[in-house]
């Protein structure tokens, strides 16, 4: 969620409308956010270890999660569902993978569409098996995220002690599973526009380079699929 590289100057950007004018903006609280979460969670799962004192580790749960039975809350707290497994180890990858084309494309890549003085059209490496490798590692991280995020085992999940209502746990459920399965279709959406976006401003910068790219490596996003 860090740009590489500055701003580009207004002489190198694209058009920005709709979506691009958001996308600036969005970096530094979806940091802050998934910072705090972190943290919150790290408390959490230190309460749960031997290292942490019970009456700290049951203040911990009071505070955080209101449960009536701190024991127990810790132990599913701590516990490690095949569903966070399966997030981490996708979030890694497509971390690992969005970082490779940071140090791949250098100073041409930046967060906002734009090309860049003597900038170059970079086909080789993993740019020769999908045109949009950043993105398809932006899609991973972040499904890996959303499977994180919904794993029953996480305080962020285990919020729902805080309404004894059994009614009102299952609606606070609901809308925390719908909110963020929403956000990231809409993100997948704009991955998408944002791909043709991309793709016609480089093949109008670049002409029969990039045609002869586009020929050779017809997949944007997942290859030998999309």
Request: hydrophobic content about 45%.
């Amino acid at each position: 969620m860090t740009a590489p590289n500055a701003r580009p100057t207004s002489g190198e950007l694209g058009k920005q409308v709709g979506w691009e004018l958001v996308i600036p903006w969005l970096p530094a609280p979806f940091r802050a956010l998934l910072w705090s979460v972190t943290l919150l969670e790290c408390v959490a799962l230190f309460a749960a270890t031997e290292y942490c004192p019970p009456g700290l580790a049951q203040s911990i749960v009071h505070q955080l999660v209101r449960s009536d039975d701190p024991q127990r809350t810790l132990t599913h707290i701590s516990s490690l569902t095949p569903m966070f497994f399966a997030g981490s180890i996708l979030s890694i990858i497509g971390s690992f993978l969005r970082i490779h084309c940071y140090n791949t494309l250098g100073r041409m890549f930046t967060y906002e569409l734009s090309i860049r003085k003597d900038h170059k059209l970079i086909t080789t490496g993993v740019y020769a098996i999908v045109r949009h490798p950043s993105y398809t590692g932006a899609v991973c991280s972040g499904f890996g995220l959303l499977l994180c995020i919904l794993s029953p085992t996480l305080w962020f999940m285990t919020f729902q002690s805080l309404f004894p209502d059994p009614d009102v746990k299952t609606r606070m459920i609901n809308v925390f599973w719908y909110t963020h399965i929403s956000m990231f279709v809409g993100i997948v959406a704009a991955v998408m526009q944002r791909m043709k976006n991309e793709d016609a401003m480089l093949e109008k910068n670049f002409g029969e380079e990039w045609k002869e790219w586009a020929r050779r490596v017809p997949c944007r996003l997942v290859p030998w699929v999309y």
